[in-house]
């Protein structure tokens, strides 16, 4: 029997097939196999159907609901209905011990246009294991998931079908002094499903005469075979072949894909009616439909200027945006496994933002995201104080099938499916119920998510953040920045230790828990108060058509507004105030005027009242 690397499940399946009367094979039934026999690629009830005639079954008799009996030809078919017929019409004459009784002629099978009936397919199923023949029979029921329903549930024809199976299993004849007998494998049925929980447990549980085969997702070995074996029709940049570095690249890229995958892949090599691509830009169209990956678009004079540009966001946390910029770096060389390793299926980064409220933690992702990705939405953000419920995972990776909304899928999941290049941020993730971190350790430790409809999600191009205010209402601003840090650490190390019981997650973040300063520096706060000075321009140049908004001393008008901020604030305790004195007053201000089209091209001018933060508006 086969004997390599890529077909072990089938070693087992042709070993169990040889001693046992049923057979469950179910996972990767819709996926592709080699087939040892006709050295072809096939789908996998073929392929057990070859492995089947090839130990020695003289029939392998195939049957599903919608296409019927397949596999053998009519006037086999044929004949194993009339051994049925036959043999409960001589049971049904003898029950009746002489009494007159017509049983009419032995009907016929219907010819191939006509679907035979589950109750006539299993009558020649439980006849021919019960009774077996000389010759031997392999059935299989194909799609058998569709045979029952609710195993909690059944129809009584259901119900009967179970029964006629189970007897069937149960009642075949036994040997164990005909050496015939014992050496070859005796009738058998085959049921093919996607899941083995789609069967009822009565028919396999606690039954040694069934087995279950699990054909499990491909493997290196076979995606190293699939590439060995069509590595010429393939249609590439640069070929890579066995031996060389790249052609084990080229594998390890392949990594969760089934073969059916594999086999799509190559035709869309060859159907693009551009230049060829190299094996990874290829990847990256299929996988997301683009070919080229954000991450390929870093270069080292761009990331040389990181600091620089997260900076022009975040005033006043230096340390923090540091700690991004090491991130990044280290994944674009690689050190980590990341930019340049396609063996990485991990995320990119994963970082854990603690601090204050209002010092720039959301902030920073955004920036983050906007020099990744180019656009600040590819920041995902998800409210963890919402999903403090027990049950609250579901909303993330959506609910199991039977359930309400499982046809929705998952926020996470759904997120990252239509947006794979983003920065995940998972605001105040202390308020999460402690299943939603058990979600998260899957994530940091494989990289990849299984949602409710069975679809496995990759987070491999994400960016993790975290962040949180533990502590923040505790710890006293300061002086010492040493100190305010050290204060931070420790009570996010006591939180995921003594109250969520979750060390392991701190494991998996490891060093890149970030403690975010207080802001309490003027220069900084005045800073971000020019910096949210922008999108207020912006919004009055596209609303009113103003040309400008000046000051007759913009520096002088916000330090007036920085000295009102609450220094535990922070950059939210800055704009608080600017919505104060500065906002509301100009919300009235153009409520009042009458002719708004008047300030077309005209510069709008803030007057200060004294050193009081009092401001009145003109129009020049």
């Known amino acids: 029997m086969v004997n390599n690397r890529e077909n072990r499940w089938l070693e087992h399946f042709a070993r169990q097939a040889a001693i046992r009367r049923a057979l469950i094979v179910h996972g990767e039934i819709h996926d592709l196999r080699y087939c040892p026999h006709t050295q072809q690629y096939r789908c996998v009830s073929e392929v057990l159907v070859n492995t089947l005639k090839t130990m020695g079954f003289d029939h392998v008799v195939v049957w599903d609901r919608f296409s019927g009996v397949q596999g053998v030809s009519e006037s086999v078919w044929q004949r194993l209905m009339r051994n049925t017929v036959t043999a409960l019409q001589s049971r049904n004459h003898s029950a009746l011990q002489g009494e007159a009784y017509d049983v009419g002629d032995t009907p016929t099978m219907p010819p191939r246009t006509t679907v035979p009936q589950a109750d006539d397919f299993l009558a020649v199923v439980y006849h021919h294991l019960v009774h077996p023949p000389p010759e031997r029979y392999a059935f299989v029921i194909d799609w058998s998931q569709y045979l029952f329903g609710n195993a909690n549930a059944l129809s009584e024809q259901e119900r009967q079908w179970l029964l006629i199976i189970s007897k069937a299993i149960r009642n075949a004849p036994i040997s164990v002094a005909d050496m015939d007998l014992l050496t070859r494998p005796a009738n058998l049925i085959v049921l093919l499903c996607s899941q083995i929980g789609a069967l009822p447990p009565a028919l396999y549980m606690g039954n040694p005469a069934v087995a279950d085969v699990l054909v499990p997702p491909p493997g290196r070995p076979e995606r190293e075979g699939f590439l060995q074996r069509t590595l010429d029709a393939w249609r590439l940049k640069s070929l890579p072949r066995p031996g060389e570095v790249k052609f084990s690249q080229f594998v390890d890229s392949l990594e969760g894909m089934t073969i059916r995958d594999l086999h799509q892949l190559l035709k869309l090599s060859r159907v693009d009616s551009s230049e060829p691509l190299s094996f990874e830009h290829l990847i990256n169209l299929y996988k997301y439909g683009q070919k080229e990956s954000p991450w390929e678009d870093l270069s080292r004079g761009r990331l040389a200027t990181i600091r620089e540009e997260l900076k022009k966001r975040v005033k006043g946390q230096d340390e923090a945006v540091e700690k991004v910029a090491s991130v990044i770096i280290r994944a674009y060389t690689g050190l980590s496994g990341l930019q340049h390793s396609i063996k990485q299926k991990t995320p990119k980064g994963v970082l854990f933002f603690v601090g204050p409220t209002g010092v720039g933690k959301t902030e920073l ?153 207080f802001i309490t520096n003027e220069e900084f706060l005045v800073a971000i108060a020019q910096a949210k000075l922008q999108p207020i321009r912006e919004r009055l140049r596209e609303k009113y058509r103003f040309k400008d908004l000046v000051f007759d001393n913009e520096t002088k008008a916000l330090r007036t507004i920085v000295a009102q901020v609450d220094r535990q604030m922070g950059g939210r305790g800055v704009l608080n105030q600017l919505v104060k004195y500065l906002l509301d007053p100009l919300a009235l201000f153009l409520f009042e005027e009458d002719e708004p089209a008047a300030y077309v091209g005209r510069t709008l001018v803030v007057h200060q009242a004294g050193n009081e933060p009092k401001f009145f508006f003109e129009v020049l």
């Open 365 to 517: 992702a955004k920036a983050l995201a906007q020099f990744l990705f180019g656009d600040e939405d590819a920041c995902i953000r998800f409210d963890m104080s919402e999903f403090n419920h027990e049950h609250s995972d579901q909303r993330l990776v959506g609910a199991p099938p039977g359930y309400v909304g499982y046809e929705e899928g998952g926020q996470l999941t759904n997120a990252v499916k239509k947006r794979p290049f983003s920065v995940l941020l998972f605001d105040e993730i202390e308020k999460a119920h402690v299943r939603i971190l058990d979600k998260f350790l899957q994530i940091l430790e494989d990289g990849r998510l299984t949602d409710g409809k069975g679809e496995t999600v990759s987070f491999a191009e994400t960016v993790i953040i975290f962040t949180s205010n533990i502590g923040a209402s505790e710890i006293v601003c300061q002086s010492d920045p040493e100190a305010i840090r050290q204060q931070f650490l420790d009570k996010v190390r006591h939180h995921f230790i003594h109250v969520a019981q979750r060390p392991e997650l701190l494991n998996r973040i490891g060093d890149n828990v970030v403690p975010f300063q």
